[in-house]
């Protein structure tokens, strides 16, 4: 079966600590992994996607990920939090021959001043 | 900047109301997608409309009617809607299934409150 893991639900950090967001997958096909970002009452924007070679892709706001075949994972990290980070975070697998993307659940990240 | 714009951001309906959520992409894209996220919900997928035929139902209610004017232009009717429609839509778009690297892009979403 096709599936998202994000196994954490909900996260909190110190602002200007690091942050890891863990994303498992289970795909067929050859995945293209996204993560998006949701503020509170807004829409989903765009981090950073994979889709093929170098396996550590960079995104906006500092982001970046990266992709082990090996553990069917693409976790997101960023070295130093900032407090405006604070939203839900969520993990997306899809491929070429597909609209139907799957979606995580969602880590929902808390940033302490 | 989001490319994908929805209008109304919130809308407030009784249940025997008509109303239309309207979206504009411009980013060329010819896939186009309704989606309802409820809180704390990842979005869930209502219609995809590639070249602008309807391409995908995911066996939404017919009190929802999507409709695409053109490749730029995507709606959502509403009729006789019931309190738990309440919701987050958000309209996306994409390249054509196929593309290599097909990325989808959102809109800021339509806040829809049924009374």
């Known amino acids: 079966a096709q599936s998202v893991t994000q196994p954490d639900i909900h996260i909190t950090v110190s602002e200007g600590a690091s942050l890891e967001l863990r994303c498992n997958y289970s795909?067929?096909?050859?995945?293209?992994l996204f993560w998006y970002v949701q503020s509170p009452g807004q829409g989903l924007q765009l981090l950073l996607k994979?889709?093929?070679?170098?396996?550590l892709v960079q995104g906006i706001k500092g982001f970046e990920a990266e992709f082990k075949r090996s553990q069917s994972s693409f976790n997101l990290r960023k070295p130093s939090v900032h407090w405006s980070d604070a939203a839900e975070y969520f993990c997306?697998?899809?491929?070429?021959?597909?609209?139907?993307?799957?979606f995580g659940t969602g880590t929902r990240l808390k940033v302490l001043a | 900047d989001t490319e994908v714009t929805q209008t109304p951001k919130h809308l407030v309906m009784g249940m025997t109301n008509k109303k239309s959520l309207k979206c504009e992409q411009h980013?060329?894209?010819?896939?186009m997608y309704w989606y309802k996220q409820k809180a704390k919900k990842p979005p869930e997928l209502m219609f995809v409309?590639?070249?602008?035929?309807?391409?995908i139902n995911e066996s939404v209610p017919s009190r929802f009617s999507p409709e695409c004017p053109n490749s730029s232009l995507l709606n959502l009717h509403l009729h006789a809607l019931q309190p738990e429609d309440s919701a987050l839509y958000l309209c996306a778009s994409s390249q054509p299934k196929g593309t290599k690297g097909n990325t989808i892009y959102f809109g800021e979403g339509s806040w829809l409150t049924v009374v």
């Open positions: 409309y590639s070249y602008e035929k309807l391409s």
């Open positions: 980013m060329g894209h010819r896939a």
């Open positions: 994979y889709f093929s070679g170098d396996t």
């Open positions: 795909y067929g096909a050859t995945p293209y």
């Open positions: 997306a697998v899809g491929a070429s021959g597909t609209y139907k993307y799957i």
